[in-house]
Every structure is written in C-alpha cells, then in structure tokens.
C-alpha cells in the first residue's frame, strides 16, 4: 500500500479524464453561487421554526443551482455488482481470506454479507489488515499532504480529511484502493441520507427533533462544500490534486456519505490515539442488535470480526453498530432499525428565565452534575426515563423549602443516587408535579407530528414509497410508540402517587378516630 500512495502522491497527472471542462462564464456563476452559499451557511440561526425552515429553504436551492450548473463534471455512476469479483480478488491479493462469506443483496436491506458455512457464536468470519483500510494517515501520506499541513479544519476533523482522501483516489486511475472504491461507487441517489432528502421528505419530519438535525448536516456540509472550493481555487498547496479542476456538490456528498455510513475507529499504527478509517469488506455487513465483537489486534495489524450470534449457511451475517439510536442512525447510516433495543427519542427542557428560584434550581441542578438548559432522551422499553431526566425534573418542579433542603456545597452520593432514582419519593407533591408535567409535555410533543403512529403504518403500504420516505416514516412512528409509551408511564406514575396520598390520609383518619 505504501508503495501505491506514493505513486499517486509522485504522478498527480494521472487522474480521470471523464468530466468536461466548464467555460468561463460557468464557473463565475458556479464561484458566484458558491460564494452565496458560504454566506447563507455561515448565518447563525438560534432556534428551531420558521426562520430554520426558511434558511434551510435558501441553501437547498443554492445547492441544487451549484449541482445543475456541475452537471457535466460528476463522476458517472457505475454498476457496481459487476465491480464485485475485481474487488474480492484486490482482497484475495493483499491478503484477506473471504471463504466464509459472500456479498449478496439483501430484500430491504441492500448488499451485505451471507455466510457461505455454518458459523458459531464468537467464531472469526473476517480478518481486515491495515495496509487495505484508508484511514487518516493514508491520506496524509497521499497527495493530500501539503494541504493537511496548512489546514486546521483537516487538520481537526478526520471525517472531512477522509470524505476529501477518498474523492481524491477515486479520480485517480491508478489508485491503490480503485477496486475498492468502485465497489461503493453507488448511484447518486442510492444514499438515503438526509443530503439526499427532497424538501417533501424533509417536511415529513414535521413535529419530529430529527428535522432540525437534518436542516444543520445539510447546511454543515453545504458550508464545508463552499469552503473546500474557494480553497482549491486559491491556494497553490492544491495545485496538484485531481480534484482541483472537478470538485462537484454532487461528488462531495457522495464522499461524505459513504465515510458517514462506513467510517470506523481505529487505533493508530503506535496505538497511542484513536483515529477514523473505511475498512472494506468488514464495511459490507448491515446492523442488529446485540454486542460489539469487532476488535483491533495491534500484534497482526488487523481488524478481526467474530460472529455475534450463530448463523447458519446462506443466513446474513450482522454486527452491532452500537448503542445508536434510530436518529442517529438515520442521519448518520442513512436507514432505520424499528426493532432497535437501543432506541431514544430526544427532549428539550430548561428552566425559564422568568422562574424566581431559577439561580437557586440552577445551583442545585449544577452541584447534580447537570446544566439549567439541555436535551434529555425518552427510552424504547420499560422504563423510558434515566437518572438525569428524573433529577432534573424534581429539581424543575421544587419549592424553596424543598431547594433549601439540599447542601449544594456538600452533596452526598446518597442524595445523588436518590434525586436520579425512578423508585425513590423525594416527597409526594412534587413526584406528582413531575409526573404530571412530563406526562403533558410528551402529549404536546405527540400532537406536533401531522399522522399519528397508527396512520404512519398504513403508509408503509404505499405503492412505490420511496427508500427515504419509507425510513422517515419508520422513524417518526418509532419516536411516536416511544412517546406514547413515555405517557402512559407517566400517568401510571401520577396514579399510584394520588392513590398512594389518598390511602396514606384514609390511614391517618383512621388512626385519629381510634384515638378519639
């Protein structure tokens, strides 16, 4: 591998020679829009609403004007099924032993892997070295180099220098990795991340946090877009990269997509720092629950997968991801996993400024380890609450003399462990105020979605339903059953707490009367 980067990094020339030039007057308009873009996208906007709505409306058309006017220079799209053998045997030649599996595509699930035998709980199916992995140092030691050296936003964000390594390989027709890259040179519109979203689709989301996240990776990217292009056209550090002359939106979010939904960290070569790299093959499985069984063996070099669960010949094989939400899975992999054990739908909850114990709640809240102000998460499963949601919520709902109560110089693991505790009353009144806000604020939440989960359903069942709208469909009935769920906890908890006041007072009378 060392040998190829260097070949590239020596011969920058050969690069493909596939797009078309643009004339004179395309690329002014081409740095005129880009220019805009950066302007619209360096624009903060603090809250969520219209005004988020409205910008992302103005980046979205800005983009699809820079896309339009870079028509003719994108890379073209090739199929990659028939790019599979010449992959399998660039693996085969650098030293991957693929017998036990197989890339097949998957219904509703794309390509992944199939077991071609029998496997076992814990059993190795792949075994990925270094030298076939582009990872952040490859790209440092690539035709990159002078650039990372002279740019801080590289230099900080090993996505972005990624997303940018690959872009450069795949234009150069002698890359060490072109099997590989021509393997995951899908269609333009096979990512169903949310760059990929029409202004319908991004409008399905209405009433659901995901939106607001989707407007910010698009204007993120956007920004980086515009920023990245001005910077070719200037600096003489990109003077040789194969991207220079041909750097399109539309192959930036192809770039940034594929590192998003394929990217993984690793150890560097000394083990002394974590860092980020595509690592192919191992980048085929597809997600399910259960454990993390991939690990780094620093003494071979090599990432080694192990079979989380027994999988029988001609069964897919799946790994873990990790502890991601349906959220973040969507944003960042492009997909939805309803049967998620890992899901959350995320809140927003802060004390007003309008609140007269606001200082004296917000000691309180700080000396708990938690801000005035933040998102919280409401869990899949049985219990859809955590420690912090439950302390920050009695602390919300108190009274000074129940402020008054709590040393905030001096708290003591016991009063920590008892404010986050579901199980614990702190006092009656204020376990039935909490219970009681919580159970309205998921109900408000519920009522901004335009469908209910029930009406999400029978949308599945649309002839033609697009992959982007089917996920986010899937998704904002997930974060429905989650609220709903959330709910009916919360009633159930007011419940037992009035019910629990009332049988306490009937015990009280009952006793004075025997007294009298």
């Not at 030649?93 to 390509?111: A, L, Y």
């Not at 790994?319 to 927003?348: C, Q």
Request: with cysteine; hydrophobic share 35%; aromatic share 8%.
């Amino acid at each position: 591998m060392g040998k190829k980067s260097k070949k590239n990094k020596e011969k920058p020339a050969a690069a493909s020679p596939e797009h078309k030039e643009l004339s004179k007057g395309e690329k002014k308009e081409v740095l005129d829009t880009v220019n805009q873009l950066l302007e619209v996208c360096s624009n903060p906007v603090n809250a969520a609403g219209p005004k988020e709505l409205e910008e992302y409306m103005k980046i979205k058309a800005l983009v699809e004007k820079v896309i339009d006017l870079q028509s003719g220079l994108c890379t073209p799209a090739v199929d990659r099924e028939k790019n599979f053998p010449g992959f399998i045997e660039w693996l085969h030649s650098n030293g991957v032993e693929t017998s036990v599996v197989d890339i097949k595509n998957f219904p509703g699930c794309g390509f992944g892997l199939q077991a071609t035998k029998d496997l076992k709980e814990a059993d190795p199916f792949l075994t990925i070295p270094r030298k076939v992995m582009m990872t952040t140092q490859t790209a440092r030691d690539s035709v990159l180099g002078p650039l990372i050296g002279q740019d801080k936003m590289l230099q900080a964000m090993p996505s972005i220098l990624l997303a940018l390594h690959l872009l450069c390989e795949k234009k150069m027709l002698e890359s060490f990795w072109k099997p590989y890259i021509d393997m995951i040179n899908v269609l333009p519109d096979s990512y169903c991340t949310p760059l990929y979203f029409t202004e319908d689709e991004i409008k399905l989301l209405k009433g659901s946090p995901v939106q607001s996240d989707c407007y910010n990776q698009l204007k993120n990217i956007a920004r980086q877009y515009a920023y990245f292009y001005r910077l070719f056209q200037n600096l003489p550090a990109t003077s040789k990269l194969p991207i220079k002359d041909c750097f399109t939106f539309e192959d930036y979010r192809w770039a940034v997509s594929t590192v998003m939904t394929r990217q993984n960290q690793i150890p560097t070569p000394d083990g002394s720092k974590i860092t980020f790299g595509l690592i192919p093959m191992w980048d085929m499985c597809n997600h399910c629950n259960g454990t993390i069984t991939t690990d780094y063996n620093m003494e071979s070099d090599c990432s080694d997968c192990f079979a989380l669960k027994e999988f029988k010949q001609g069964e897919q094989i799946s790994i873990f991801y990790g502890a991601r939400s349906n959220a973040e899975l969507l944003v960042h992999n492009g997909f939805v996993y309803p049967e998620n054990d890992m899901d959350r739908t995320a809140i927003k909850l802060g004390i007003s400024k309008s609140d007269n114990l606001i200082d004296k709640k917000t000691k309180l809240l700080t000396a708990l380890g938690l801000a005035p102000s933040r998102m919280f998460f409401i869990y899949s499963g049985e219990i859809p609450v955590d420690t912090h949601l439950v302390s920050f919520l009695r602390v919300f709902n108190m009274t000074e003399d129940e402020i008054s109560c709590y040393d905030c110089e001096n708290m003591s693991e016991e009063d920590l462990e008892k404010m986050g505790d579901v199980n614990t009353l702190i006092n009656a009144e204020n376990e039935e105020k909490l219970w009681k806000f919580l159970e309205t604020r998921l109900a408000l939440l519920l009522r901004a979605y335009d469908t209910t989960a029930e009406e999400d359903e029978n949308l599945f069942k649309e002839a033609g339903i697009t992959d982007n709208k089917l996920f986010i469909i899937q998704l904002r009935r997930c974060e429905k059953l989650i609220l709903q769920h959330a709910v009916q906890f919360a009633t159930e908890k007011k419940s037992d707490i009035v019910q629990s006041s009332k049988d306490s007072k009937q015990i009280e009378s009952k006793e004075k009367d025997v007294e009298s």
